[in-house]
Every structure is written in structure tokens, then in C-alpha cells.
């Protein structure tokens, strides 16, 4: 009895095997386990497509290519997801990481795409500049508490990628469509409509779900000097190797509500980017923190999380009602 049993456990597992190999196959993270395949994409809330890659032949003979031996930045690094023996890397599909072009913005209802630098603003207080901030609405600008010291005017003063001059004013989160956000997000109330803003009458999609460790991301740099963007395709590492990494093992900077990007290009100076945007899927999820590469040499910047609570919840409650948890019960 117990012969037959282990064989049909064996086949069992090889299907499941061969399953998992396949194109078609998508992920789900359990909440007391590690990824598995399955096939009912709505049992799961922050459910995740497999990215669409290029050929293994592609990568071998790309010199940009981290995995390539030819790249002097290829890295065995355990919180590297381009290792292909990492064995915390979920899927190890190859993801072209490095430098890439300036990311572009859906809006929320015509579904128009707009580039990243005309969203971004500079904020000044006392004519003196202290940071970056991003349109998401017509009359709505966030960035990150950490721009402000306590002693700060609730006015701030912005301007854009054309160098209009736009005035606002501090407003708490309750106040605006971001209920619920994270308490170091800060919303800034424009006293009027930007003239050239491509968001007038529109809103910037914002993430809907919760990243994934070694999700593919875009990490947005904006220049000052240039008027530009630089821009990285880079993923999201574990918050225990970001501690690591920034000797913060008691939780005291990188908390449990924050990103953790990897940032590919060390720098020897830390650069104060803060209220930079994280994009992924063409939508905004996150606001720099602390600048990139702070402390100097860590190779991981911090994000806090952004995301439209209301399309959260309405997506969520969709999706317990196709599940037909009621039959599942009964």
C-alpha cells in the first residue's frame, strides 16, 4: 500500500516541477511560507506576473549583464537576485539591471503616460533649496517629513521642470485622498494649478499593492544641475540584509513600514535626494527618505511606502467576492 502511495507522490512532485517551468506558471506568497506555484490568480491579494525576460543567450553576450563573468560589477552577493544560487530568490527569471531610461507615469483616468520630470518639483524654504517632491493630483505635491526640520513654515515654496514658480502650504494627510499613509509622508497644498501640469483633472496611479522582495523597481535620481533624470533598474532586498548593510540591527532607521531599494551605483558621497519617487508599473510606490547611498558606500536606499488606499481596499474586496470563499467553506 505504501508503494504505490510514494509513487504518486513522486509523480506528483514531478509535475509540480515541470509546472513551475513553464511560462505560464505565477506566483503566490503564503503567509507562513515561501513562494509556490498555483493557478487561481484571485486567492491572493498582492498577487504578482512573472516578468516577461529576455533569451538566456541574450544576457550571456550582454557585457552590461551583472551575471556576465566579462562585467567587473558581477557580484555573488547573497541579497543579489542576479545570483542564480541565491536561494531566497523566488523566481531567478533574468532581469537586465543598471542603468535605464527615465521612467514614465500613468495618470488614473485617461490612462495617459507622462515623463517622471514633469511631475517632480524642487522645494525651497527661505530661498534656500531642501528637496524633491512629485505632483500626483492637480492641486497635490508629496514628499517626506525628513525635508523639514521642526522650526519649518508650513509655506513652501516649489518649483518645476520648466521653472514655474508654485506656492503651497503643509496640509495633514487626513485632509486629502491619502488616508491612511505613512505618518512621514507629507502632503503640500498648491494655492493654484500648475499652467503646464498634464494632471489637470487627473490624479498619478499609485501602487495598489505591496512590493515583493526582489521586485524589479525603477530608482529616479533627478539632477539639478542637468534638469534631468537619472534613472536605475534595480529590486527591492530583504529588510534584514538592508539593517545589515546600514549596521542599524535594532531598527532604529530602516523600520518595518520602509523600502529597501538596492542602489547599483555606490558613491563616496551621500547624496540628499530625498522626496525622490520609486516607480514601479508606471506608478509611484514610495518616496526616498534618507537620499541615496546614505550612509555612504551601504548601496541601499530607503523608501516609505505610498499607495491608493481607496483602490487597495475596492481591489481587495473584489477579489474576496470572485474567490467565492462561501462555497470554499461550505
Given amino acids: 500500500m505504501l508503494r504505490p502511495l510514494c509513487i504518486i507522490q513522486i509523480l506528483l512532485l514531478a509535475f509540480l516541477a515541470n509546472e513551475s517551468e513553464s511560462s505560464n506558471t505565477h506566483l503566490h506568497r503564503y503567509m507562513l511560507d515561501t513562494y509556490k506555484p498555483q493557478h487561481n490568480r484571485k486567492t491572493q491579494m498582492n498577487y504578482k506576473r512573472r516578468r516577461t525576460v529576455r533569451s538566456d543567450h541574450e544576457m550571456a553576450i550582454d557585457p552590461n549583464n551583472p551575471n556576465n563573468p566579462n562585467n567587473p560589477n558581477n557580484s555573488d552577493s547573497p541579497d543579489n537576485p542576479n545570483n542564480l544560487n541565491n536561494p531566497n530568490n523566488p523566481n531567478n ?3 537586465q539591471y543598471g542603468h535605464s531610461k527615465e521612467p514614465v507615469v500613468t495618470l488614473t483616468n485617461s490612462d495617459k503616460k507622462v515623463p517622471l520630470h514633469e511631475l517632480m518639483v524642487r522645494l525651497y524654504q527661505q530661498n534656500k533649496y531642501i528637496c524633491m517632491g512629485t505632483v500626483i493630483s492637480e492641486m497635490l505635491v508629496i514628499t517626506t517629513s525628513t525635508c523639514f526640520n521642526l522650526a ?14 508654485l506656492e503651497g502650504k503643509r496640509v495633514a494627510l487626513n485632509q486629502t485622498y491619502l488616508k491612511g499613509a505613512d505618518p512621514m509622508l507629507v502632503a503640500i497644498q498648491l494655492t493654484k494649478s500648475p499652467k503646464n501640469s498634464k494632471v489637470t483633472g487627473d490624479t498619478v496611479k499609485l501602487c495598489d499593492s505591496e512590493l515583493e522582495i526582489y521586485e524589479p523597481i525603477e530608482l529616479p535620481l533627478w539632477i539639478r544641475s542637468r534638469h534631468s533624470i537619472h534613472s ?7 529588510m534584514q540584509a538592508c539593517r545589515l548593510r546600514m549596521r542599524d540591527p535594532e ?18 558621497q551621500c547624496q540628499l535626494a530625498m522626496g525622490n519617487p520609486l516607480v514601479h508599473d508606471e506608478r509611484i510606490c514610495g518616496i526616498n527618505v534618507a537620499g541615496h547611498n546614505c550612509p555612504a ?14 483602490a487597495f481596499s475596492i481591489m481587495g474586496m473584489e477579489i474576496i467576492k470572485n474567490s467565492r470563499i462561501e462555497d470554499t467553506i461550505l
Avoid at 297 to 306: F, N, S
Wanted: charged share 20%; aromatic share 10%; glycine share 2%.
Fill in 152 to 165: 519649518s513654515s508650513e509655506v513652501v515654496t516649489m518649483k518645476m521642470y520648466d521653472d514655474e514658480v
Fill in 232 to 238: 536605475q533598474t534595480t529590486y527591492i532586498i530583504p
Fill in 297 to 310: 558606500y551601504t548601496g541601499v536606499d530607503l523608501y516609505i511606502r505610498v499607495y491608493d488606499a481607496l
Fill in 251 to 268: 531598527a532604529m532607521v530602516a523600520t518595518d513600514t520602509m523600502i529597501c531599494v538596492k542602489n547599483m551605483k555606490y558613491t563616496a
Fill in 93 to 95: 527569471d533574468t532581469v
